[in-house]
């Protein structure tokens, strides 16, 4: 039995041709990267872990999808818990943005955005309860480095708060 397959048929090379303008929003991330993550409790508390987080090209380059894990697999024995996900974002010509759904097993989490760039930002956007709305943002983008931040509003978008950020670095090989 090829443990392999599903991999391989999801693997994709690289943009499917005729979409490779539209998927460079996201394809920019492609690759592997180091990320320090820090969450923020409601009282201010942060705490710190190293994670891990990889793009790569999916389902005949009409796709970009990642797995996001913290703390880093190699730190996993050391600290818990730990959380580990993967998201599935594609363009939608339709919207003229991204479709972003983010599934956190361990946790039982499902959280589907709608993505778009807002100069010089991209901004995926939530909502998952009544008056709730969440935003993750990339920002602060360049070939080796990004920044992350998530912010919910519980008065639907009046005020935010940050919950979590990350600072990303693009892994050695």
């Not at 987080?53 to 697999?73: C, K, N, Q, S, Y």
């Amino acid at each position: 039995m090829n443990t392999d397959s599903m991999i391989d048929a999801l693997r994709a090379s690289g943009p499917h041709p005729d979409l490779a303008k539209d998927l460079m929003l996201f394809g920019q991330f492609v690759g592997a990267w180091d990320v320090d993550v820090t969450n923020i409790a409601p009282d201010g508390t942060k705490t710190e872990f190293k994670g891990e987080w990889h793009f790569g090209w999916v389902l005949e380059g009409r796709a970009v999808m990642d797995v996001w894990i913290t703390p880093r697999r190699s730190l996993r024995s050391q600290i818990d818990p730990y959380e580990y996900g993967a998201t599935l974002r594609f363009f939608d010509p339709d919207l003229k943005a991204w479709r972003s759904t983010w599934i956190g097993p361990v946790r039982h989490v499902v959280r589907p955005f709608i993505a778009q760039q807002v100069e010089d930002e991209i901004i995926l956007e939530g909502s998952f309860t009544s008056d709730s709305r969440t935003r993750w943002i990339f920002s602060q983008i360049t070939d080796t480095s990004f920044r992350w931040r998530n912010l919910e509003s519980s008065d639907n978008g009046t005020t935010w708060a940050i919950v979590q950020t990350m600072a990303a670095q693009r892994a050695h090989s």
